[in-house]
């Protein structure tokens, strides 16, 4: 079983910077994928960025240029983050930690909301 606990969402204007969190534990030495999907009100979830266990990285064609996503592991806690830059209106939404391993696994979500 993997848990996962997102942090560092909040309310930012045109042009500002967020980064998120996801901390995995549990079951972590599982875990190949990692990844970032958000959901706008009235909208699917779409997948924003991911990273494999290999570091090989994936952005949405909205996103590339102004979001970066890494991971560190520190222990039995595996962290994902996504650095947010040029953050624009159409960015509002709830962001999701998403974990794979033997399941799928997703966080509780977290609020980003752009506007001025």
């Known amino acids: 079983q993997v848990q996962l606990v997102e942090s560092g969402g909040g309310l930012v204007q045109p042009g500002g910077s967020l980064i998120l969190s996801c901390a995995a534990s549990?079951?972590?030495?599982?875990?190949?994928?990692m990844g970032w999907y958000r959901q706008a009100p009235g909208k699917e979830r779409e997948e924003v960025a991911s990273?494999?266990?290999?570091?090989?990285?994936?952005?949405a064609d909205s996103v590339k240029g102004r979001f970066t996503v890494s991971r560190t592991r520190d222990g039995a806690k595996l962290t994902q983050y996504l650095q947010m830059n040029n953050l624009k209106p159409d960015d509002t939404a709830v962001y999701f930690c998403?974990?794979?391993?033997?399941?799928?696994?997703w966080g509780q979500g977290t609020q980003v909301t752009v506007t001025s």
């Open positions: 549990g079951d972590i030495l599982n875990i190949y994928f």
């Open positions: 990273i494999t266990q290999n570091g090989r990285t994936n952005y």
């Open positions: 998403n974990a794979r391993a033997t399941r799928q696994h």
